[in-house]
């Protein structure tokens, strides 16, 4: 309801009353980082119904705040975090990629002034695995163009550590197609190389986007005869299946001063996957846990 509210706010013209507004005296001081809490906006990028109580309890335990958090339903698929202390917020938000059902989690800073609801989350941290890249041109320069030229170029592992690909953190549009192969020029040589994602969430093998499944695609809703798995211009080969601890344990060279909400690799973390799937019934009810992959 909300988010149809603030959709209508953008293509509705205001009548002259509602136009001329009001002005507000504040008499008492607005609230504090200490009342309102430290908060953050999550987006569950599915179109399928979830249970709110399950993702709540399930956001808590994973990731454990040291002095606490609450999660609100906002609307639909969106959510409010708020944290009772800031480095549980900046870690949360450092820690993603999250998943939940195989679904992705979408975290976002929210400024003071700012409608939760209005927050674009549509940019998530994600790590590719570049192939085909010839051996002289695995430099940290091209790492960093491939990886504005996919999203907004985040860190790169240390070149000691590559082998037959390299490694890069990239913030993507998740509202876009998964980029699956690239051309490169240098020169006067020319190659194509292609990418593998890390702990990919669901994706739609028939238009590469995030959020949905093949069977919840309009694409496929439209032309049925897309199913046909011969004619799928994607799939499963996209998801890297390689383990990240086999990359060099904690290192990585900061290739830019890049400030964005994600921040930067800090020795080894975990980014954690929930899936419901892969857990049992028990008294009645789906009990979630989960794992965490060490970096």
């Not at 900046?90 to 609801?117: H, M, Q, S, Y």
């Not at 504005?148 to 509202?175: H, K, M, Y």
């Not at 080969?237 to 964005?260: C, D, F, H, K």
Request: with cysteine.
């Amino acid at each position: 309801m909300e988010a149809n509210l603030e959709r209508l706010k953008q293509t509705l013209a205001l009548t002259e009353d509602e136009e001329a507004g009001m002005e507000v005296v504040v008499t008492e001081r607005l609230g504090n980082d200490e009342q309102r809490g430290y908060p953050l906006v999550g987006r569950l990028l599915t179109p399928r119904a979830f249970r709110y109580d399950v993702l709540r309890s399930t956001l808590i335990a994973v990731i454990r705040p040291i002095r606490g958090m609450e999660v609100k339903l906002l609307s639909d698929h969106r959510f409010l975090l708020r944290f009772n202390d800031s480095a549980d917020r900046d870690r949360a938000l450092r820690g993603c990629l999250w998943a939940f059902d195989r679904n992705l989690v979408i975290l976002g800073a929210i400024k003071d002034e700012e409608n939760p609801l209005a927050v674009q989350l549509t940019w998530c941290p994600f790590y590719v695995h570049v192939h085909g890249l010839p051996l002289r041109w695995m430099t940290s320069e091209i790492a960093e163009s491939m990886g504005n030229r996919l999203g907004q170029f985040i860190e790169c592992d240390n070149p000691n550590s590559w082998g037959a690909t390299i490694r890069v953190r990239v913030a993507l549009d998740i509202s876009r197609p998964l980029k699956r192969f690239l051309k490169l020029r240098v020169a006067a040589h020319e190659v194509t190389v292609s990418f593998t994602y890390e702990r990919l969430p669901n994706f739609c093998y028939g238009c590469g986007v995030l959020g949905h499944i093949l069977r919840d695609c309009r694409k496929t809703i439209e032309d049925p005869d897309v199913v046909n798995s011969s004619e799928l211009q994607y799939g499963h080969w996209l998801r890297e299946s390689r383990s990240v601890g086999m990359s060099a344990p904690g290192i990585t060279q900061n290739l830019t001063s890049y400030n964005g909400p994600w921040g930067r690799s800090e020795g080894k973390r975990g980014a954690a996957i929930f899936d419901s799937r892969i857990f049992r019934q028990r008294l009645g009810i789906t009990c979630l846990m989960w794992r965490r992959n060490w970096r």
